[in-house]
């Protein structure tokens, strides 16, 4: 069945440094993939969306890369900030129809220290 | 706009009762879904609709589970009898999927429920 693996253990990073989520998945080719933060209480937040056909999408301080052959995906959040503390979800459409049916790995939570 | 509305906030409720969940999803977005969250196994879509139309339903874990979209500006979800394992945290979500738009989904704040 489809999968989708993100590091459950917490990343902890210093203020300014660049950090680097994982998301990985087994068992099908999605025609894109998407990334979310959601904050405690809050519901989740769409950041990015890269295609199939794209190797690395940006915005702002966010890098998004998409390897099809490695079925990964990497998040980069560069000169971080205590405000970049959050959990951040990978997520996956369903199938290859654009549905939005998505699933979403369990999540990474990222703390960012002064 | 105000974004995809859920009521109630949180709901404590004892086993056996019925819970009523309800989401006025963005105006103008096509498709809605229901998804819950809890820590052992994160975000799961449990149902969604295209135009008020369930088009699957093969999350929604039992049969004391159901959803209605009666227009396109209301959904519910609605757990009867609930149990305490349904003890979760509920999101409905939003998504607009014309020509040239994005496909990513809208949440709204969620619902706390804890089956006592």
């Known amino acids: 069945s489809q999968k989708i693996e993100q590091n459950s253990e917490a990343l902890n990073i210093q203020e300014g440094k660049t950090a680097t989520l994982t998301c990985n998945y087994t068992n099908y080719s999605p025609a894109y993939l998407q990334w979310y933060r959601q904050d405690p209480g809050r519901g989740p937040v769409f950041l990015l969306l890269i295609r199939e056909n794209e190797k690395e999408k940006r915005k702002e301080r966010l890098k998004v890369t998409f390897d099809t052959t490695l079925k990964q995906s990497l998040f980069h959040i560069t000169a971080s900030q205590p405000a970049d503390s959050a959990t951040y979800l990978c997520a996956l459409p369903l199938g290859r129809s654009n549905t939005g049916k998505l699933i979403f790995g369990q999540g990474t939570t990222l703390q960012v220290k002064p | 706009d105000a974004g995809v509305i859920q009521s109630p906030r949180h709901e404590v409720t004892e086993m056996g009762q019925e819970v009523t969940l309800r989401c006025k999803p963005i105006s103008g977005h096509d498709y809605l879904f229901w998804y819950r969250q809890t820590m052992m196994r994160g975000l799961e879509l449990l149902i969604y609709?295209?135009?008020?139309?369930?088009?699957?339903d093969s999350g929604m874990p039992e049969d004391r589970f159901s959803a209605k979209m009666p227009n396109a500006s209301f959904s519910t979800l609605k757990i009867q009898p609930s149990e305490p394992r349904d003890s979760a945290v509920y999101f409905c979500?939003?998504?607009?999927f014309g020509r040239g738009r994005g496909t990513e989904a809208f949440f709204g704040q969620g619902t706390r429920l804890t089956v006592v």
């Open positions: 979500a939003s998504s607009f």
């Open positions: 609709f295209n135009n008020n139309v369930p088009i699957d």
